[in-house]
């Protein structure tokens, strides 16, 4: 599929049920959302920048050039993802408002990303140079792969908003790709990385390239999960998703993050690769977590040590974990099957997560998160120190950053690209199944036009409508699963 300013989505499948509408189509214009959308743009980005630069995580790549990562590098193994999903929360912004500022501060983190790659394309600052641990030489918790994952992401970001871009991010990610189905193809290292990601990653990179060796390395990777190749830790390897094959569990278990992380890449192959099978075998996880194993908010995760889902209807409302990545996660999982179905209750749970676990981890000024996202408290929380990273949700407020920081680059590319969760189209007309003021403006393969104003002012009052405009083609509402009634054109009607 080649990119186009419309076709940037965050999730484009060559098939499904449905064809998201991008950042070309869908714009935001007012309300809640937009409200957020511009906080992140002008606060949460540069909050984030600065904190990435205080912390060293970006200048680990310069160490990377000029020697010394031994002995300087800062930050957790996985440090370079942070950086990776900051360039991705960049390149959706800039696809969203075409931001001079942000598209000079992408390229210049870019530059020095792509100046730390290795000849054979192998990028990463913690592994594989003098006085390091040699490569992939820690697949439980190395997050090498992991990191790869995100750097794809960033690259699919660019391409879709900024299709040709001379900065280079998409070539530094072909390369990585190309050393990944090098090492770990059917004739490599028998492996797979002990946090997913990299799967849905390949996946979307392979849509992007028209490349089909990502596709076939992502579903290499989410078949060798699940038979004992991760070494058993202390929470088992049910933490990584490793004790049991994707087409045989039931729930989605283990590490929240880890385990939506699995099954939104299984849900891209098994749709890619028209696998009926996997498709229903996630789709069955999916209803089995829902109904068991998810907060009223959406939330998902009730164990703080390992971060974990419980157990069936272990959901203690004082003691939610609910991490913001696992809610963007489980977002991420819920928007792959319904392009696939069709099927509205997946926009609802989207919805939900997004009002009670995305909106609520930053605050009002965009410049402190909430890692976890506990249902109430029995004690007044601790105010966190404003000048160091908190450990996780070790403060129990919101605090500007982290040691483990994936929630707030988590935050800032969902919110820059939120306008890729609102609509989608097929066949027979338009579905718009996010409740916020805008336009909707998408020029179908046929010639045809669909153009659609939303008004909402949702959720102060819950009231939303639509004009539709210069199309005789049909626009669905999606009526939410509290709904009992709806009323298009003013005339009520029961919802089914």
């Known amino acids: 599929m080649t990119a186009t300013a419309a076709t940037a989505a965050t999730v484009l499948p060559i098939r499904g049920r449905l064809r998201p509408l ?10 809640f959302w937009a409200e957020r959308q511009e906080v992140n743009a002008v606060a949460t980005l540069a909050h984030i920048e600065h ?11 310069d160490l990377a050039v000029r020697g010394g990562l031994a002995q300087e590098r800062r930050g957790r193994e996985f440090s370079d993802s942070e950086v990776y999903k900051y360039l991705e ?6 696809g969203r408002n075409g931001d001079a500022g942000l598209e000079s501060r992408f390229r210049a983190v870019v530059r020095r990303v792509a100046a730390a790659q290795e000849p054979d394309g192998y990028l990463n600052t913690k592994f594989g140079r003098s006085g390091q641990a040699p490569r992939w030489s820690d697949l439980e918790w190395g997050h090498e792969l992991y990191c790869v994952g995100h750097l794809l992401q960033a690259a699919v970001a660019r391409a879709r908003t900024r299709p040709g871009a001379d900065d280079g991010l998409l070539e530094v990610a072909r390369r990585a790709a190309d050393n990944v189905c090098e090492t770990f193809g059917p004739d490599g290292i028998d492996g797979l990385c002990g946090h997913a990601g990299i799967e849905a990653a390949l996946v979307e990179f392979a849509r992007t390239t028209d490349d089909d060796r990502y596709l076939a390395q992502a579903a290499l990777f989410v078949d060798r999960r699940g038979h004992g190749r991760l070494s058993d830790v202390e929470f088992g390897r049910e933490y990584f998703q490793d004790e049991q094959p994707v ?9 929240a993050v880890r385990a939506n992380y ?15 099978g996997l498709l229903d075998a996630v789709r069955n996880q999916w209803q089995n977590a829902v109904t068991r194993r998810t907060y009223i908010t959406g939330g998902q995760g009730s164990r703080h040590q390992d971060e974990a889902f419980g157990g069936d209807w272990v959901l203690p409302p004082d003691r939610a974990y ?24 997946y926009a609802d749970l989207i919805e939900r997560t997004l009002f009670n676990v995305v909106a609520t981890s930053p605050s009002a000024d965009g410049r402190s998160f909430f890692y976890a996202n506990t249902l109430h408290r029995r004690e007044v929380g601790t105010l966190p ?9 070790a403060a129990s407020l919101r605090a500007p950053w982290f040691e483990v920081s994936c929630c707030p680059t988590n935050v800032a590319r969902t919110l820059a690209s939120l306008t890729a969760y609102v609509a989608t189209s097929d066949d027979d007309g338009l579905q718009l199944h996010q409740y916020m003021p805008g336009t909707i403006e998408h020029r179908r393969a046929d010639g045809r036009e669909l153009r659609v104003t939303v008004t909402a002012d949702y959720p102060t009052t819950g009231r939303s409508g639509y004009v539709s405009r210069a199309t005789k083609l049909p626009a669905t509402l999606m009526f939410l699963g509290r709904c009992r009634c709806g009323y298009p054109d003013g005339r009520p009607r029961a919802r089914r």
């Open 51 to 61: 904190w990435l630069e205080r912390e060293g995580w970006i200048r680990n790549f």
């Open 385 to 393: 120190d404003a000048d160091r990273p908190s450990l996780r949700a």
């Open 322 to 345: 609910s991490e913001t990545c696992a809610g963007i996660g489980s977002v991420m999982v819920a928007w792959r099957l319904l392009l696939a179905d069709g099927d509205p209750r």
């Open 247 to 255: 087409r045989q569990a039931t729930v989605l278990r283990g590490h």
């Open 89 to 94: 929360a960049l390149a959706w912004e800039i």
């Open 22 to 31: 991008g950042l070309g189509d869908v714009r935001i214009t007012g309300g």
């Open 262 to 276: 699995l099954a939104a890449g299984a849900v891209d192959v098994a749709v890619e690769q028209k696998d009926a």
